[in-house]
């Protein structure tokens, strides 16, 4: 059984051209620290520079996102630059060789594509643009994760976990109440709960959760379990925000009032069908729930891991730790 959980995710602002550098180092010792070999943390490094130098060069600064991603024993760290640039009206024309309008040899995104396992770009002129590039050996689920502290915090109160057996994938998402360290001690518990046992139905999920979190301040906290081919089971406790989202509509996953560890109401868990190209969105209350995606067909075709960027660049919220998952 795959099992991911949240792991190390930094947060890199690009707004001077001495944080490239700062990047780049970062993402080679984070490279080091998870077992990529020699080869593979130097391009871990190459796509680091590429992608920064293209937010502070062409994206008006933004944020590069590095995490560690892992599939049984396969290991990768994956790359997020995300920017509220002016964006590119020609997406494959600036991904080949030969293309720059900074007066370089324009082999920018075009040399991280060939360097990464998986890469995907999202790009609208005026409104900016999310690159993902991940670089190692991956397998597993689709799925992309973001998970963020607030800004001055070095602990993130909210947390994920993912596992995979066969052709079934659960994924919890949690919140621990507040934020700061003690936020992180409740998401934490959560999260060990869940891999001590993460094939059960997620009522049961929630309900261990909720004994185990008794000495923490609580959380909030949903899991769901997506099968192949059935429906998709779903419970969840507190403010975390679940969606099923298609061509056609955005469904709301229905959670309880309480908290896990504090108050909890009788627990229901829910079953809802789940229609062709459709996927799963899961985030913490420090992403605002205003937003649509049933209507952008060019983003739903899109790597799960840029959706979940676009999420957290249009709408988290300032003042909380935000976290958002996309499965499909």
Not at 22 to 42: C, H, I, K, S, V
Not at 181 to 189: D, H, I, K, P, Y
Not at 220 to 240: L, Q
């Amino acid at each position: 059984m795959l099992l991911q959980r949240s792991r190390e995710q930094r947060r890199h602002l690009i707004e001077e051209e001495s944080q490239i550098g700062e990047a780049r180092r970062d993402a080679q010792r984070l490279a080091m620290a998870y077992g990529l070999d020699d080869t593979q943390t130097g391009r871990v490094a190459i796509a680091a520079t590429e992608l920064a130098t293209n937010l502070y060069r062409h994206g008006s600064g933004g944020q590069l996102l590095l995490q560690p991603i892992k599939a049984g024993d396969k290991e990768a760290i994956e790359l997020l630059a995300i920017d509220k640039g002016r964006g590119m009206s020609d997406v494959n024309r600036c991904l080949g060789d030969g293309y720059s309008t900074a007066g370089t040899a324009g082999t920018g995104l075009g040399a991280v594509r060939r360097l990464s396992v998986e890469f995907d770009i999202h790009s609208v002129p005026g409104e900016g643009t999310v690159v993902m590039s991940r670089v190692g050996a991956i397998g597993g689920a689709r799925f992309g994760a973001i998970s963020i502290p607030v800004h001055g915090e070095t602990e993130c109160g909210d947390g994920w976990a993912l596992a995979q057996d066969h052709d079934c994938t659960t994924l919890m998402v949690v919140d621990g109440l507040g934020h700061g360290s003690f936020a992180a001690v409740a998401a934490e518990c959560a999260q060990r709960t869940f891999a001590n046992a993460p094939a059960d139905r997620p009522r049961s999920l929630l309900e261990r959760a909720h004994r185990a979190l008794g000495n923490t301040r609580g959380a909030a906290a949903a899991v769901a379990r997506v099968t192949a081919t059935g429906p998709i089971s779903y419970a969840g406790v507190g403010n975390i925000c679940g969606c099923l989202v298609s061509a056609e509509k955005s469904q709301g996953l229905v959670s309880h009032n309480g908290t896990l560890g504090l108050t909890m109401p009788r627990l229901q868990q829910f079953e809802y069908e789940r229609t062709a190209g459709s996927f799963l969105v899961m985030h913490s209350d420090g992403i605002s729930a205003r937003w649509d995606l049933h209507t952008n067909a060019a983003l739903r075709q899109r790597h799960p891991a840029i959706i979940a960027a676009i999420l957290y660049r249009d709408h988290a919220r300032a003042r909380d730790d935000a976290t958002v998952v996309v499965l499909n």
